[in-house]
């Protein structure tokens, strides 16, 4: 099974997230809408965390933590 690629969409605009999430939707993106930083950070961290279950090894991991921390700094 391939993974849908996954957009994660900024914006206090709640109307524009949803055209363009339901637009990238019918193209077959999988998208999740944060408001505002806080959602921003609270998104990557449960996708940080999803991943981390199920990455193959510890390098995996170990780039996407550090991915996580960089975005984290922002």
Do not use: K, N, S
């Not at 709640?14 to 363009?20: E, Y």
């Not at 944060?34 to 981390?52: C, E, F, K, T, Y």
Request: charged letters at 20%.
């Amino acid at each position: 099974m391939t993974e849908m690629p996954h957009i994660l969409m900024v914006d206090d605009d709640q109307d524009i997230c949803a055209l363009v999430a339901d637009f990238l939707g019918a193209q077959g993106y999988r998208v999740t809408m944060a408001g505002d930083g806080i959602a921003m950070r609270q998104a990557l961290a449960a996708d940080v965390a999803d991943r981390r279950l199920h990455a193959g090894g510890g390098a995996g991991r170990a780039a996407l933590l550090q991915a996580h921390a960089r975005l984290a700094e922002c």
